[in-house]
């Protein structure tokens, strides 16, 4: 059975191959899966952690075609639901001329992750698995949302460790007031939280470390990591914050480094808090020494998928993260 459970979205990215070209002026476009809790499960799945996913597709061509991706990569799909009365939802986006992505849109109408239902959950999958891993997206629309609330309760529960990564994308909330409250309210859901710079201060209005702090805090937290793209990480714990160094690479894009990153955390964690009755107490009973390698090797995650376009294709495996830490033991 799988250790952990991703829930929400996976949908297609339709990415525009000229460089600077708004949505208006593309034309041209390549064709990626995606969805930042099925790129997470890809990430596990690739570190040869066993893993399912959680969520609806549409029972069409695309939807087929993103739950074959999931098979191919030895992920369980039993709570994958094909839906013929939805759409699978499209994400499309651009390169700025600087090379950076940008998501410029998406489709909103009958997508198929926002029909998944509390009835769709397997129990016996919560049972036995260790981790659930969520994101926001699922708590926007109605039923997505009450699946996920019960799905959150299902794994606390079965004493399993919840990862929370927000994963701001304003455009699908009705405003941004709700995005954030809706947010906010859900922190004290999870053990871990992951967010990067830019959401930090959209949550606190502040992007300092004391920020990150308090708000661990606030809602009672056993691990807040906030990203910070080539400078590494920040995490914060009940002990105080530390500062984990990142790597410098050749940046091809960014796309899925962060969940990359995740996959990362929740693969490093799984050996610790597995044997444990109870994931939660196992998470708080970790030293900064542990944990800083476990986010270490995060960021070695995150910069690797930036050195490839496209999210998926871009996922390291094992073999690729022990190599990359060699290079970069050797460099230093």
């Known amino acids: 059975m799988a250790d952990v459970l991703c829930l929400g979205e996976i949908l297609v990215d339709w990415v525009c191959t000229t460089v600077g070209a708004e949505l208006d002026k593309a034309q ?3 064709k990626a899966a995606g969805g930042a809790p099925a790129n997470t499960a890809v990430g596990l799945a690739r570190q040869g952690i066993s893993t399912a996913f959680i969520g609806r597709t549409s029972d069409d061509a695309f939807g ?7 098979e191919d990569e030895g992920i369980n799909v039993d709570a994958a639901i094909l839906d013929p009365a939805a759409q699978t939802r499209m994400a499309y986006v651009v390169t700025t001329a600087t090379g950076d992505r940008k998501l410029a849109e998406f489709s909103r109408i009958a997508c198929a992750d926002t029909k998944l239902q509390p009835n769709d959950l397997k129990q016996h999958l919560f049972a036995q698995a260790c981790v659930l891993h969520f994101g926001s997206i699922s ?5 997505a949302a009450e699946a996920t609330k019960k799905a959150v309760e299902l794994a606390r529960a079965s004493k399993m460790l919840v990862s929370y990564d ?13 995005c954030k409250q ?16 830019d959401e930090l201060e959209f949550l606190t209005g502040s992007r300092e470390y004391s920020a990150a702090d308090a708000l661990r805090a606030e809602h009672n937290l056993p691990m807040l990591i906030i990203t910070l793209d080539s400078r590494g990480a920040y995490f914060v714990t009940n002990e105080g914050g530390k500062h984990v160094q990142g790597f410098q690479v050749e940046l091809v894009e960014a796309t899925g480094a962060g969940d990359g990153f995740n996959s990362g ?11 444990a009755p109870d994931r ?14 476990i986010v270490r090797t995060a960021n070695a995650i995150g910069a690797i998928t930036c050195t490839k376009a496209g999210a998926i294709p871009a996922l390291p495996t094992k073999e690729e993260i022990e190599t990359f830490h060699q290079k970069m033991a050797v460099k230093n």
Not at 64 to 70: A, E, F, M
Not at 182 to 197: C, M, S
């Open 28 to 30: 041209m476009f390549t």
């Open 64 to 70: 087929r075609w993103l739950r074959s991706i999931l």
């Open 139 to 143: 708590l926007i629309e109605s039923p």
């Open 166 to 178: 927000p994963n701001v994308r304003i455009s699908l909330w009705p405003s941004k007031e709700t």
């Open 182 to 197: 809706t947010i906010l309210n859900t922190l004290n859901w999870a053990d871990i939280v992951k967010i990067n710079e």
């Open 265 to 275: 955390v929740i693969a490093g964690l799984l050996p610790l808090i597995k044997p």
């Open 280 to 293: 939660r107490e196992a998470l708080l009973a970790l030293d900064h020494q542990k944990l800083s390698d």
